[in-house]
């Protein structure tokens, strides 16, 4: 097995050091409006997109229940509340969705717990 040298880049921008810890930020918005599950939803979305290019989480509705222990028609609903809420965007070609976070969610997600 051959060893790869380890990344000590620790040259972060804002950027990076605005994307870290955003679980826990998810975790923490305070609302009444938003349920764990929707939480979770969304967690997997951040995770899966790669915003500097434009894409999003291509998890369709089947692998994020899968993944998440939850059926389909609970993540459609989700993703309709979610929607509805104006914190995701989605597309669906055929059998594939690409899902990304608004511009209104990211301001939830800034460094200071905010309520919706």
Same mark, same amino acid.
């Given at each position: 097995m051959v060893r790869q040298p380890m990344n000590t880049n620790t040259n972060y921008t804002v950027k990076d050091i605005n994307i870290m810890n955003i679980d826990e930020r998810i975790l923490a918005i305070k609302s009444n409006r938003i349920t764990d599950r929707q939480k979770l939803v969304l967690i997997l979305i951040v995770e899966r997109s790669v915003p500097i290019i434009g894409m999003g989480c291509d998890y369709s509705a089947?692998?994020?229940? &899968?993944?998440?222990?939850?059926?389909?028609?609970?993540?459609?609903d989700i993703l309709d509340d979610l929607l509805e809420l104006?914190?995701?965007?989605?597309?669906?070609?055929?059998? &594939?969705?690409s899902t990304m976070i608004t511009p209104r969610f990211k301001k939830l997600l800034e460094p200071e717990v905010k309520t919706i």
């Open positions: 089947g692998e994020i229940a &899968s993944a998440l222990g939850l059926t389909r028609k609970e993540v459609l104006d914190f995701i965007v989605t597309n669906v070609f055929e059998k &594939s969705r």
